[in-house]
Protein backbone atom coordinates (compact mmCIF):
# COMPACT_ATOMS: atom_id res chain seq x y z
CA UNK A 1 0.00 0.00 0.00
CA UNK A 2 2.68 2.63 0.52
CA UNK A 3 4.49 1.64 -2.43
CA UNK A 4 2.22 2.55 -4.40
CA UNK A 5 0.60 5.75 -2.68
CA UNK A 6 4.37 6.08 -3.06
CA UNK A 7 4.55 5.86 -6.84
CA UNK A 8 1.32 7.75 -7.07
CA UNK A 9 2.48 11.22 -5.45
CA UNK A 10 5.81 10.02 -7.54
CA UNK A 11 4.18 10.29 -10.81
CA UNK A 12 1.95 13.78 -9.79
CA UNK A 13 5.00 15.47 -8.42
CA UNK A 14 7.25 14.48 -11.72
CA UNK A 15 3.40 15.51 -14.30
CA UNK A 16 3.70 19.16 -12.41
CA UNK A 17 7.51 19.77 -12.74
CA UNK A 18 7.47 18.99 -16.80
CA UNK A 19 4.24 21.42 -16.54
CA UNK A 20 4.79 24.73 -18.39
CA UNK A 21 8.57 24.21 -20.22
CA UNK A 22 7.72 26.26 -23.12
CA UNK A 23 11.16 27.14 -25.11
CA UNK A 24 12.80 30.12 -25.79
CA UNK A 25 11.90 29.45 -29.35
CA UNK A 26 8.15 29.34 -28.48
CA UNK A 27 7.24 25.81 -29.17
CA UNK A 28 6.28 22.86 -26.68
CA UNK A 29 6.34 19.48 -27.91
CA UNK A 30 7.50 20.48 -31.26
CA UNK A 31 5.03 22.22 -32.10
CA UNK A 32 5.38 26.29 -32.45
CA UNK A 33 2.28 28.39 -30.46
CA UNK A 34 1.26 30.52 -32.92
CA UNK A 35 -0.94 30.02 -35.82
CA UNK A 36 -4.51 29.23 -35.84
CA UNK A 37 -5.85 27.58 -32.89
CA UNK A 38 -8.66 25.49 -32.59
CA UNK A 39 -10.57 25.20 -28.91
CA UNK A 40 -12.00 21.95 -28.43
CA UNK A 41 -13.72 19.47 -25.43
CA UNK A 42 -11.78 16.45 -26.40
CA UNK A 43 -8.22 15.28 -28.11
CA UNK A 44 -6.34 18.60 -27.84
CA UNK A 45 -2.60 19.05 -28.71
CA UNK A 46 -2.48 20.46 -25.42
CA UNK A 47 -4.17 21.15 -22.34
CA UNK A 48 -4.11 24.92 -21.30
CA UNK A 49 -5.39 26.77 -17.94
CA UNK A 50 -6.16 30.35 -17.94
CA UNK A 51 -4.68 32.38 -15.26
CA UNK A 52 -3.56 35.80 -14.37
CA UNK A 53 -0.65 36.07 -13.14
CA UNK A 54 2.26 33.92 -13.42
CA UNK A 55 1.95 32.70 -16.82
CA UNK A 56 4.00 30.51 -19.10
CA UNK A 57 3.04 32.20 -22.38
CA UNK A 58 0.97 35.43 -23.08
CA UNK A 59 -1.52 35.11 -25.56
CA UNK A 60 -2.86 37.95 -28.11
CA UNK A 61 -6.25 37.11 -29.76
CA UNK A 62 -5.85 38.19 -33.22
CA UNK A 63 -7.58 37.86 -36.36
CA UNK A 64 -5.04 37.83 -39.44
CA UNK A 65 -1.12 37.14 -39.01
CA UNK A 66 -0.95 34.84 -35.80
CA UNK A 67 2.92 34.53 -37.25
CA UNK A 68 4.54 35.80 -33.78
CA UNK A 69 5.32 33.94 -30.72
CA UNK A 70 1.78 33.85 -28.45
CA UNK A 71 -0.41 35.30 -31.64
CA UNK A 72 -3.11 32.81 -31.80
CA UNK A 73 -5.93 33.23 -34.51
CA UNK A 74 -9.31 31.38 -32.99
CA UNK A 75 -10.53 28.93 -36.50
CA UNK A 76 -12.93 26.11 -36.27
CA UNK A 77 -11.71 24.22 -39.17
CA UNK A 78 -7.62 23.25 -40.36
CA UNK A 79 -6.01 24.69 -37.15
CA UNK A 80 -1.94 24.35 -37.00
CA UNK A 81 -2.75 22.69 -33.48
CA UNK A 82 -5.68 22.10 -30.40
CA UNK A 83 -6.29 23.34 -27.35
CA UNK A 84 -8.53 21.94 -24.46
CA UNK A 85 -8.89 24.77 -21.48
CA UNK A 86 -8.79 23.19 -18.12
CA UNK A 87 -8.85 24.01 -14.47
CA UNK A 88 -6.21 21.55 -13.31
CA UNK A 89 -3.36 19.80 -14.52
CA UNK A 90 -2.44 22.11 -17.85
CA UNK A 91 0.28 21.17 -20.24
CA UNK A 92 0.98 25.10 -19.75
CA UNK A 93 -0.69 28.03 -18.31
CA UNK A 94 -1.80 31.24 -20.78
CA UNK A 95 -2.72 34.64 -19.83
CA UNK A 96 -4.73 37.02 -22.91
CA UNK A 97 -2.90 40.25 -23.07
CA UNK A 98 -3.30 43.14 -25.38
CA UNK A 99 0.22 43.60 -26.24
CA UNK A 100 2.95 41.90 -25.89
CA UNK A 101 2.31 38.33 -26.62
CA UNK A 102 5.40 35.66 -26.36
CA UNK A 103 7.08 33.77 -23.27
CA UNK A 104 6.91 36.01 -20.44
Not at 75 to 104: A, E, L, R
Request: aromatic share 14%; hydrophobic share 40%; proline share 7%.
Amino acid sequence: MKKLIGLILGILFTSTLFAGEIGSDCTFKGKKLAGKVQFVTSFPDFKVQIVDSFPDLNVQKVSSFPSDCGKWQEVSSFPDFKVQIVNSFPDFKIKYVNSFPGVP
